[in-house]
């Protein structure tokens, strides 16, 4: 779901029309491979264009060169499987090359508990052939196809990068020997049940070009010594984020010339604001200013082989409470590989002989180790544990750990981010029952020859029952929408008498296909629950799905009402904005529903797990908030891009949007000026002053009045204004301490000159006025021959900057300002406007900013108004892509983080439905993919308050039933007695949402008025709202004293009335 209120129209462009597949299956060994997908989409490969508008938000991670280097890769996956066909699916979106899907095996009815793309009718067929068709159609930019035949030497030279799972450990070796050798790129991927394993080698001579993919930092400098290890002091603004290591590059930096353009210095930091650098005793002495920026260098990394990381591996921690699992999983996972040899099968699901047999296979691995692999001693409990569910299939497990794989393919391909060195494993055994007696029996995990054999093999059939009855209710059908929902489908959530109701009002946008991988280009402009809905139904038929097209919030509590949350067993949030998130958990924490949150921002994802009664709410922590721009930086004293890229967003806002709606409510709304007179200080005044200009002095009257009106408009910014505010502030200003006035944050501008021959002045005067005719309902022109005519027969008035305008230096300069309202103007601006009767006249519309629509001229005016204020002030402009993201408050995001979040929320969610009461058993995640680096804490209790010898926390309430036993309604006077007599509690203040129903200092008149009202009549007269008849419970909130008269914090008033 998207928080922003942005037009989701999108025209289908030609190459997004539905086309068949035309990649086929083969088992002959080729050397070739199919690269020009049929449908006339540019083909992959260095000379290919990046489909920006596709792969968007996915290069707002990687960057275009990694994107670039990503297309040149050809990749394998072999095993088609649960977790082949998640990595697969992640590669595929990606946009790498090509991808090749390799598989011997036939699909069986234990795959189908988690391989999403295979289907009841698809038993007995080859899974690589019948995956092909359906994982072409994610990506038509990458060649899909499949390969039944032997993985020999000769065949793996044409891939980068080569993925085996479900693959034996000899064929691990043997494969993993010849890639080390040919410098191709090796991941192995492993699950097996609740437990996970990757390894990935990348060769001796691995470069990474950035470790994590981090915008490099940069600082202002307020000093550099002249040392042995110079030492630089930047501004105490903020810190400069370095770290001892990293290399940065100066620029600007006055008297120390030296230091300007040189090559990367490696520096160690010494505190927040302090770093040395190299020998600066030579350098001229430091006068003033300077920009220090970080540099990425390149870095030089090697992997061991296969077998020798066998012996002597390097672990990867995923869970820092578990230190000691990797070393016995390392030799668990071995074990299995030598029970599967001896037996030709894994081990029984909850079989005690062969889990014993596998701990002794474990004792004869272990003692066979030589280097660091070797174990003291072996954790048999653990072990067991690993037998007795490995031939289990977990949709969330796969998903986990395919989207782990799938980053690493992308790292071989690009050298973007830190590859895992060399080993990870995974587990989840807090999904199993909290106490030995309820785990699964041998028979109760049989395979029965079901689509949930896989799962079943795990959990037994218990938890599937339970599984089926579910009612959930999901939050939002974008990117960790999709992925719920396949991992739900897989699961068999809500695949009895259970539901599924998910609620997304956004329609499906091009840019959406890179992640969201139910949707299709011929999906495009289609809502966005009921294309997901169907496309889960095609994964499993039996699971119950509902899609709603509804935002969730007050204005729909009329649907998502009492009887709607009391019938649900759970909420999973895939919201992307806090404000709705923050709505969904009062919801839950008021009706007491379990709360699975997560969220991702590029490589980093989080998962919160919120359980009533046990853990504190999604609200219960808040991030800090951003940092917003002093309006005067914005104003006058830019030193960034991100500053005047703001600035540019405000013009939009102030040029084509807060006008048009402004007039069209003086011209429309009777009340709009009796409103507008009542605003504080000088805003009636400007309000005003902007709907004359709207209706009277700026009013166009034909295309040429348009670019007329954007001429002068610039001649105002970049001209006329910089000129006024150096006439205030020359360049050699000094402060009244006798410091350089433009100095430090504060950068000199200069002003510019139109010029028609300039690409940046004509794209701001040709946005600007097709911007304008749009807001009034004008024809507009795309001749730009034409627009360069009409402003070179116009007159630009010369400017003259003038004295006693005041500039302000600060906020708090801007603030201590009393700007006095001229009353005259005020009263002469009513007399001037045209009458409301004139209404028919004027088309105003008022343009809401739409980032991703090219034609629109909405980020050709960003550009070019940021770029150019960029220019004034000597600040580096940015493209068009980074405005975008800056602009347009992008979250930058990528399938594979998004894929390995949702694992965890859905291992999460087993727990949930088995009804896990300790806290323990749960895990609140955070990840980042780049790094990578992985957390897992349990979840914070929730806080308990008290209040005499009662304990409380937010989950618990006071209930009171509004009818009393003679059928009548409880009066505020009963109601204020029955906490007096009942909880000993004196109410001295009382509230229902805003509305303050009864205060201890309430005037007697009024307070005689309602004792003796009906609690939902005092409601309804002081909110001025009728209840709906859904409303079954009122919230009210108290303030309370106890028996001593000690103020004390009691819980909230549940007071039902239906």
Not at 44 to 54: K, V
Not at 908 to 927: A, T
Request: hydrophobic share 35%; with cysteine; proline share 5%.
């Amino acid at each position: 779901m998207s928080s922003s209120p942005l037009s989701k129209k999108r025209r289908l462009s030609g190459s997004e029309t539905k086309t068949g597949s035309q990649c086929s299956s083969s088992n002959s060994v080729r050397t070739e491979l199919p690269y020009t997908p049929s449908n006339g989409m540019a083909k992959n490969g260095s000379e290919a264009e990046i489909d920006e508008g596709l792969y968007s938000r996915q290069l707002y991670v990687l960057g275009h060169e990694a994107m670039k280097r990503m297309q040149t890769s050809n990749v394998l996956v072999s095993g088609l499987r649960g977790l082949g066909v998640e990595i697969a699916k992640n590669v595929i979106l990606a946009g790498v090359k090509s991808v090749t899907l390799h598989d011997q095996g036939i699909a069986e009815w234990r795959d189908l508990s988690s391989q999403f793309y295979l289907r009841e009718a698809d038993l007995g067929k080859n899974r690589a052939d019948v995956s092909q068709t359906r994982l072409a159609e994610l990506n038509s930019y990458v060649p899909v196809v499949s390969y039944t035949g032997t993985l020999t030497n000769e065949y793996l030279n044409q891939f980068q990068a080569v993925v085996l799972t479900n693959s034996s450990l000899e064929e691990q070796m043997r494969v993993g020997e010849y890639c080390h050798s040919k410098s191709i790129k090796l991941i192995i991927a492993d699950t097996r049940g609740l437990f996970g394993q990757l390894f990935c080698d990348f060769g001796e001579d691995m470069v990474v070009f950035d470790p994590n993919g981090e915008e490099p930092l940069s600082a202002m400098i307020s000093m550099i010594t002249k040392d042995s290890a110079g030492v630089v002091t930047c501004l105490d603004e903020a810190r400069h984020g370095f770290e001892s290591g990293d290399s940065v590059t100066f620029t600007e930096v006055q008297g120390m010339t030296e230091l300007n353009g040189c090559q990367p210095v490696e520096i160690k930091a010494l505190g927040p604001y302090t770093f040395s650098i190299c020998d600066t005793t030579s350098f001229s002495d430091y006068a003033r200013g300077g920009i220090v920026t970080q540099v990425k260098v390149p870095k030089k990394i090697s992997f061991k082989s296969l077998s020798s990381s066998l012996t002597e591996p390097e672990f990867i921690l995923t869970d820092f409470a578990k230190f000691d699992r990797p070393g016995q999983l390392h030799v668990g996972f071995q074990a299995l590989h030598a029970f599967e040899k001896k037996h030709s099968r894994p081990p029984k699901p909850w079989n005690k002989a062969d889990a014993e047999e596998l701990v002794a296979l474990a004792g004869e691995v272990n003692s066979s180790q030589t280097g660091s692999a070797k174990q003291e001693q072996l954790d048999e409990a653990l072990l067991k544990k690993l037998a007795s569910v490995s031939a289990g299939d977990l949709a969330p497990v796969n998903a986990f750990i395919g989207g782990l794989a799938a980053q690493e393919v992308m790292k071989a391909c690009t050298g973007k981010f830190m590859p895992i060195m060399q080993w990870l494993y995974f587990d989840a055994l807090e999904c199993l029952p909290e106490t030995e007696e309820l785990m699964p029996t041998e028979e109760e995990s049989a395979p029965r020859n079901c689509r949930y054999d896989g799962q079943c093999a795990v959990f037994g059939t218990a938890l599937q029952e339970l599984l089926f009855k579910q009612r959930y209710f999901l939050v939002g059908a974008g990117a960790i929408g999709c992925e719920l929902l396949k991992n739900f489908a897989m699961m068999g959530l809500a695949g009895g008498e259970g539901e599924i109701i998910v609620t997304d009002m956004d329609t499906i946008e091009k840019s959406n296909l890179n992640r969201q991988f139910l949707f299709r280009p011929w999906d495009v402009t289609k809502m966005k629950s009921d294309t997901a809905a169907a496309a889960v139904k095609q994964m499993n038929p039996s699971v119950r799905i509902t899609g709603h097209q509804n935002r969730v919030g007050p204005e729909t509590e009329r649907v998502y009402d009492d009887d709607f949350f009391e019938s649900l067993n759970g909420v999973a949030n895939a919201l992307d904005n806090v404000d709705a998130r923050m709505y969904m958990d009062r919801r839950c924490v008021y009706y007491r529903k379990p709360l699975l949150e997560s969220g991702t921002l590029g490589t980093k994802g989080n998962v919160q797990v919120v359980i009533p009664f046990v853990t504190e709410s999604y609200s219960s922590s808040q991030d800090p908030p951003e940092k917003s721009i002093p309006i005067c930086t914005l104003k006058n004293f830019p030193n960034a891009i991100e500053h005047t890229l703001q600035w540019a967003r405000d013009e939009f806002e102030g040029l084509f949007k807060q006008p048009a709606e402004n007039a069209m409510q003086y011209l429309t709304d009777p009340k709009f000026m009796e409103r507008t007179l009542k605003l504080p200080g000088a805003q009636p005044l400007e309000v005003l002053e902007a709907v004359y200009k709207s209706l009277v002095t700026d009013c166009p009257r034909n295309f040429e009045d348009c670019v007329a009106w954007a001429r002068h408009h610039w001649q105002c910014q970049y001209s006329n204004n910089i000129r006024q505010l150096l006439h205030n502030f020359p360049q050699d200003q000094l402060t009244s301490s006798g410091a350089p006035f433009w100095s430090g944050p504060k950068r000199c501008p200069h002003p510019l000159e139109f010029d028609t021959n300039n690409e940046l002045h004509m794209d701001y005067v040709m946005a600007g006025a097709n911007l304008l005719a749009t807001s009034y309902g004008m024809p507009t022109s795309r001749d730009r021959a034409d627009v360069v005519r009409i402003l070179q027969e116009l007159k630009v008035p010369t400017f003259t900057p003038k004295s006693g305008v005041k500039i302000h230096v600060s906020d708090q300069e801007l603030q201590n300002s009393n700007a006095s309202v001229d009353d005259c103007r005020l009263e002469e601006l009513k007399t001037l406007l045209p009458a409301a009767e004139s209404a028919a006249k004027f088309k105003l519309c008022a343009i809401e900013f739409e980032k991703d629509d090219d034609t629109n001229f909405h980020m050709d005016f960003i550009v070019a108004a940021s770029n150019s204020r960029a220019e004034n002030y000597d600040i580096a402009p940015a493209d068009r892509h980074k405005s975008k993201l800056i602009a347009g408050k992008i979250i930058p995001a990528i399938a594979t983080t998004t894929a390995s979040v949702v694992g965890l929320v859905c291992l999460e969610l087993l727990k949930v439905v088995q009804q896990h009461k300790k806290l323990e058993s749960f895990k609140n995640g955070f990840m980042n993919l780049a790094l990578p680096f992985f957390a897992y804490s349990e979840p914070i209790a929730a806080p308990s308050h008290k209040y005499y010898e009662i304990d409380w926390t937010l989950w618990d309430r006071f209930e009171v039933k509004g009818m009393q036993p003679r059928g009548e309604e409880m009066t505020l006077r009963e109601f204020l007695d029955y906490f007096k007599n009942v909880h000993k509690l004196e109410i001295t203040m009382l509230s229902q949402g805003v509305s303050m129903l009864y205060s201890f200092f309430m005037p007697a008149a009024k307070l005689k008025e309602r004792l003796d009202l009906p609690m939902t009549e005092i409601v309804t007269k002081v909110s001025k709202k009728k209840l709906g008849k859904h409303v079954k419970a009122l919230v009210f909130e108290l303030c309370c004293n106890d028996e001593t008269d000690e103020d004390v914090e009691v819980p909230y008033v549940r007071y039902t009335i239906r």
